[in-house]
């Protein structure tokens, strides 16, 4: 095994516990580095984020899950994403090491959202009602190509698919971190 490969395998079995006092997370995925591109020592990568304008060069990032920092050197578009090229991995020998990994940005980073504007992070786990009636947790958000969709996991039963509109979304309290919600003809069966 080469000496990067160790390295590797080492930070993963010693991967960084720990979260925010609240339960949020530490990190928030910003961009997948899909694989190395030509010889100059740049990745292509797909940006998971929706401001990608933060991926530039000198920002500093956090690559896969032991949460490893690297600094772009540069950035450039790409007709099928971004080719990124990182200070710590200068050569394409390097890159192969992190193909397919995950590349993170600190929660305290992130860019600040408009009024009624959410991170995802923040609404996993809100308690859902519906009136006086406590539908269940948000469980999980699928983003669809219209609006996202929420998860609410009830105690008991299937789980209830609420579109993320605004006929549907009464309230969003996250210090209560409570979901109040109006249910439609159709929702639930």
């Known amino acids: ?16 516990e720990g979260s925010l006092e609240h339960g949020e997370p530490l990190f928030v995925a910003v961009a997948q580095v899909r694989r190395p591109h030509g010889l100059r020592g740049e990745a292509l990568a797909s940006p998971l ?4 304008e933060r991926l530039q ?11 490893r920092p690297v600094t772009i050197k540069s950035r450039r578009e790409h007709n099928q994403g971004l080719l990124l090229a ?17 590349l993170y940005a600190r929660v305290e980073d992130a860019p600040p959202l408009e009024e009624d504007e959410y991170y995802h992070h923040q609404l ?15 469980a999980d958000i699928l983003v669809t190509g219209a609006n996202d969709v929420y998860v609410v996991r009830p105690e008991e039963g ?8 605004s006929e549907v979304i009464l309230t969003i309290d996250l210090d209560k971190k409570r979901m109040d919600v109006k249910l439609l003809p159709g929702l639930i069966e």
């Open 1 to 16: 095994m080469s000496s990067n490969r160790q390295r590797l395998a080492a930070r993963r079995r010693n991967k960084p």
């Open 49 to 52: 984020t929706d401001f990608p």
């Open 57 to 67: 060069a000198e920002a500093r990032f956090y690559l896969g899950e032991d949460h």
């Open 86 to 102: 990182f200070v710590e991995l200068p050569t394409r020998e390097d890159l192969e090491y992190i193909r397919n990994e995950v």
């Open 124 to 138: 996993i786990g809100l308690e859902v009602w519906a009136e006086s009636e406590r539908l269940g947790t948000l």
């Open 158 to 165: 299937k789980d209830i698919l609420l579109p993320a509109t």
